[in-house]
Structures are given as structure tokens and as C-alpha cells.
């Protein structure tokens, strides 16, 4: 009995204590004082949904990392990151945010108890090119435009009025990683981008069936941020490749598909229509 009893203190011990592990820096339920200002300038924060319900005033556009295990059956995760908008006004019966990301679309905001409104706009992962890094938005409150009175960060909207502007730095902007088709370069080819994120490597190639599996013809060039990409021109058809970092054949994590080589063993594998 008594080393039941104390088998059970060691499960309550490890569970309080894997508990503990989960921390969330300056929740968003405690901007009521000096907290407030502190998180002002940390980008990163993570946040529990439930915080965002006992706002009890509007603060700063910040970008942040969401902890909610609802968004799990929809993208399988359970943080979820973008920049969170705030405005308070109790007697509003309706809230929507707009920017110029998508030409000034209308996104219902949320009401919490406190009468505090709210929108978390995603920053999605990029292709290609960078994203626009300025955010240029508005409220719109039962129909009228108001601008954020929590900063001083705006421009001329050239009606009369002002538009609230808010940077997105390098560090709230991903790559995407893997193998992305970007479209037609030709009537009979596709430009085809690669891309890895490896910081700590001195040289990337990429090898695979569409270059005979040969390490020195395409040689992966590094961004300033730690990702390796390259950009090829492919007919439709199968591939099959992998990333060479340097000198060990690694396979891309990020791959659509895996194939097994008679050669390489396990490749990473694409389809291009």
C-alpha cells in the first residue's frame, strides 16, 4: 500500500511539474499596470485563448503565438501566430478590421466580456518574395472608420482621415520550406523553388533525378536569415531528390511525399502537372 501511495505522489509530481513547463510570458489577462508597458516591445509572446476573453483594455499591435488547442482539428497545431489588433468600445454593435493586405476586406472582429474587440490577422507563411511588411488598417465601427488611438504609428489616408500603420519585422516572417511550383516560366516549363532552413551549414546542393543525382550542378544559395533556396525550370512530371548538407544526403522534412531509392534509400518525392 504504501508503495502505491508513493507512486502516486511521483505521477502528481511530474504532473505539476510538466505543467509548470507550460509558460506563457505576460499573459495577455494581466494589462492592467506596469505589465502592460513591458510587453510592449517583445514580439514573441504566446498566449492562451482563453487571455484574449479577460482583455480589459485595447493595447499596442503586437505579433503574437497562440495557444489553442481548437486550431488543432483545422491545421493540425495548436499555435497559431499573427499580429492581434484591439479596440475597446462597449456600446458598438459591430467591429470589423480592414488593411490594405487584402484591399480593405472587411474581417468581423471579437467581442469579449470586457467590451474589448479583437483580431488576430495571420501572417502567412511567404513563397517567393517577402511579403508587404507595412500594415496599413482601420476600424470600422457600425459603419464608421476610426483609426487605433493606441499608438501614434499612422499616414494620411487621402479622404480627410488617418490610417494606422503597423511594420512587420523579419523575425514575424516565415519561409516556406520544401518544394513550392510557382507557375509557368515558359509555355513548356515551371519555375520550381527549393528552399531548406539550415544556419548552421557551410554549403546545401541539391541532388535528384533531375540532375542525375550530381552534388556540384545545382549549388543552393544562402539568404542572409539561414535558408538555402534555389529556383529551377522542370517539365511536368515525378521527381525525386534530396538536399546535400555538407557532404551528408539529408532528406527534406517538408517533403510532400517520400519514395524509396534503390540508391539513396528514402527521398523526398514531388509531382509536377
Known amino acids: 500500500m504504501r508503495r502505491i501511495f508513493l507512486i502516486a505522489g511521483y505521477c502528481q509530481y511530474f504532473f505539476y511539474a510538466a505543467t509548470a513547463l507550460v509558460v506563457v510570458d505576460n499573459p495577455v489577462?494581466?494589462?492592467?499596470?506596469?505589465?502592460l508597458k513591458k510587453s510592449?516591445?517583445?514580439?514573441?509572446?504566446?498566449?492562451y485563448a482563453k487571455n484574449l476573453e479577460k482583455l480589459r483594455?485595447?493595447?499596442k499591435p503586437r505579433f503574437?503565438?497562440?495557444?489553442?488547442?481548437?486550431?488543432?482539428?483545422?491545421?493540425?497545431?495548436?499555435?497559431?501566430s499573427g499580429v492581434l489588433f484591439t479596440y475597446k468600445n462597449y456600446q458598438a454593435k459591430n467591429v470589423d478590421f480592414v488593411c490594405n493586405l487584402d484591399r480593405y476586406q472587411k474581417h468581423s472582429m471579437i467581442r469579449n466580456e470586457k467590451g474589448v474587440w479583437y483580431y488576430i490577422l495571420p501572417v502567412d507563411e511567404y513563397e517567393e518574395k517577402t511579403p508587404e511588411r507595412e500594415i496599413l488598417y482601420k476600424f470600422v465601427t457600425d459603419g464608421l472608420y476610426i483609426y487605433d488611438s493606441t499608438h501614434e504609428n499612422f499616414e494620411d489616408d487621402n479622404s480627410g482621415g488617418l490610417l494606422s500603420k503597423f511594420t512587420l519585422t523579419s523575425d514575424m516572417?516565415?519561409?516556406k520550406e520544401?518544394?513550392?511550383?510557382?507557375g509557368w516560366e515558359t509555355p513548356n516549363t515551371k519555375k520550381v523553388l527549393f528552399r531548406l532552413y539550415a544556419p548552421h551549414s557551410r554549403y546545401v546542393s541539391l541532388i535528384g533525378s533531375f540532375n542525375n543525382w550530381d552534388s556540384e550542378t545545382d549549388t543552393m544559395k544562402r539568404t542572409s536569415d539561414g535558408y538555402y533556396e534555389i529556383i529551377k525550370s522542370l517539365i511536368p512530371g515525378e521527381y525525386a531528390y534530396l538536399f546535400r548538407i555538407d557532404g551528408?544526403?539529408?532528406v527534406d522534412v517538408k517533403s510532400q511525399e517520400l519514395k524509396y531509392h534503390p540508391v539513396f534509400e528514402k527521398?523526398?518525392?514531388?509531382r509536377i502537372k
Open 267 to 270: 527521398v523526398g518525392y514531388f
Open 178 to 182: 520544401g518544394v513550392t511550383v510557382l
Open 248 to 250: 551528408k544526403d539529408v
Open 29 to 35: 489577462s494581466a494589462y492592467s499596470s506596469e505589465v
Open 40 to 47: 510592449d516591445s517583445e514580439k514573441n509572446n504566446y498566449y
Open 57 to 59: 483594455k485595447s493595447v
Open 64 to 80: 503574437i503565438r497562440l495557444l489553442d488547442s481548437r486550431n488543432f482539428t483545422r491545421n493540425h497545431t495548436v499555435v497559431d
Open 173 to 175: 516572417m516565415k519561409a
